[in-house]
Every structure is written in structure tokens, then in C-alpha cells.
């Protein structure tokens, strides 16, 4: 193996080029009186790297340090802490060096846009990442996956849509807020009703059309903010919360309203009482109005 050995100093520096234990040339970097700190320092490490060509060094000793040069690695020289092509080595590390004036750290990068390493293996990467094939969760590494509604990929990342929704088969977790105004649940039906229709219990199936002398249960919800039992068959029929409900007849604001007739409500009393209008209107013919469940 070719070694270079170096004496390290900024006013001259002595080297020495050895085959094994053999000598093969001996020499003094001196450097002008009148330069600066950054004249020596380039000076000097032009001088290494013409002596690493020159001789096909393998391995460079500076004092308490070891460099291994590989094809690449002969590039890389240091000088007392200070490196051109700027490398740090130390006894089980390698890190940025000092800038060329000696002043600060020398920012540097691993490989460019056009010249990139292959792959790089470690235990632990530390820093900002622009982007990653995968992400390991539980030791297993999960892609990301775009999913339409009420769909998912399993073992996979839930990501955004272009309209910025995420989709997934089932959250589980604590909501802090929903996006609708009603608590519903499914029901089956004797038939297919429209929002707003006032529900009771009976029928062929487990609700009706609710009419003055029935109890009402419920509203059929258009857009319920939570839904239970989502997976069973029937219509959502909302049970609390404001929801639109079918009236026919004038009403205030604050009155009550009632189940009446064919699951349309009035403001006429009964025992059906549905909740209260938070709207008014004068048109006498049916029309959807907006009111809070008192069911």
C-alpha cells in the first residue's frame, strides 16, 4: 500500500511518501509570510492533491488520522481540521469540515440532481426528507393510498384527494366537531319516504309515516352528523339535533309543530309533537322548515 504522511502546519508542512516500509520521496510545503490563512490552506491542499495523483496514494496519515481513499475518496484531504471538498473524518464518524478561512462549519452535499448514489443503507436518518417511497409504521413500511369514499386500502397510508377529502373504510377516535346538525339511525321502513317526514313506530317494518295520534320517533335526516347503526338496512331517521321537516300551513318561528297527517307535520297540537320551527314562513302549501327535535 502507498502511504502520504503528513506533518501538519500552515507556515510548512513535511511529507512523506512510503511503498509498505519502503521511502519513496520526502518533501516541505512552505507557504509566504504575506498570504492569508486561506491562501495557506489552499495552497496547501492543491500541493496534497497533486502528491495523492502523483504517487496513486492509497491512504494518507495526518498525524492521529487515517483517511482510506477509494476512487472517489481521493478527493477528499485534510488539513489540521480543515478540509477542501469539505470532509470531516474522525475515529468513527465523518461530518462537515471547516469552511476554507477557517471561520465556520462548510455546508456540503452527498452526491447532486445528476450525479446520485445507488442506495444508502443506515439504522437512523435524521433531518428533512422531500420525499419517501414508504413510510415504516410498526416496522413494516406503508405506501400511501388515494381511496374513493367510504373505501381503503388496508396496510396502506390514507392521503387526500385532489378536493382535499380523506377517505377510509372506518375512524375510530374522539370527533371533536361534525359538519351536519343531527344524531340518526337506521331504520327499516314500510317504503321509501322523503327527507323531512315525520316518523313513528309500526307498519310492515319498524317505522311509518307518523300521523296526530301517534308518538313520533323521528324525522327522516337528509345528511345526519353522526349515524349509528350505518351498516344495517332502512332510511337514517333523525332522533336529535336540527334537521328540515315537512309542513303544510303557516308557522312562526318558536312554535311548536306536530306529526299530522301522512308523516307531514303542523302546528296544529296533538300527541305527536315533532320540535319547534326555528324559521318562520306564510306559504299554506308543504314546504321544508327547518326546526330542532323535540321527539
Request: hydrophobic letters at 40%.
Amino acid at each position: 500500500m502507498i502511504y502520504l504522511g503528513i506533518d501538519i502546519s500552515l507556515k510548512s508542512i513535511g511529507w512523506v511518501v512510503t511503498h509498505d516500509e519502503r521511502l519513496i520521496k520526502a518533501g516541505l510545503i512552505k507557504n509566504p509570510k504575506d498570504q492569508t490563512t486561506g491562501s495557506h490552506l489552499s495552497r496547501i491542499s492543491d500541493h496534497i492533491g497533486y502528491l495523492i495523483s502523483r504517487y496513486n496514494v492509497e491512504m494518507v496519515i495526518i498525524e492521529d488520522l487515517f483517511i482510506q481513499f477509494v476512487q472517489v475518496g481521493k478527493s477528499l484531504y485534510q488539513i489540521h481540521g480543515v478540509v477542501k471538498n469539505i470532509v470531516t473524518m474522525e475515529p468513527g464518524k465523518i461530518k462537515p469540515g471547516l469552511n476554507a478561512a477557517a471561520t465556520g462549519v462548510e455546508l456540503v452535499d452527498l452526491g447532486s440532481t445528476t450525479e446520485k448514489f445507488n442506495a444508502v443503507y443506515a439504522t437512523n436518518l435524521y433531518g428533512t426528507s422531500e420525499k419517501a417511497s414508504a413510510l415504516i409504521v410498526g416496522g413494516n413500511a406503508r405506501t400511501g393510498a388515494v381511496d374513493s369514499t367510504g373505501t381503503g386500502t388496508g396496510n396502506s397510508v390514507a392521503v387526500r384527494d385532489s378536493s382535499g377529502n380523506l377517505n377510509a373504510v372506518l375512524f375510530q377516535g374522539t370527533a371533536t366537531s361534525a359538519r351536519y346538525a343531527d344524531l340518526a339511525e337506521k331504520y327499516t321502513t314500510d317504503q321509501e319516504y322523503p327527507v323531512g317526514t315525520a316518523m313513528a313506530v309500526g307498519g310492515e317494518a319498524e317505522a311509518k309515516a307518523a300521523k296526530a295520534s301517534n308518538m313520533c320517533i323521528g324525522v327522516i335526516s337528509a345528511e345526519p352528523a353522526y349515524l349509528m347503526n350505518s351498516d344495517c338496512d332502512g332510511q337514517a331517521i333523525g332522533l336529535k339535533g336540527r334537521v328540515p321537516v315537512r309542513v303544510k300551513g303557516t308557522v312562526t318561528k318558536g312554535q311548536p309543530v306536530y306529526a299530522w297527517e301522512d308523516g307531514v307535520c303542523s302546528t296544529i297540537a296533538s300527541t305527536a309533537l315533532v320540535g319547534i320551527a326555528l324559521e318562520s314562513s306564510e306559504d299554506e302549501s308543504e314546504k321544508l322548515i327547518e326546526c330542532v327535535l323535540k321527539v
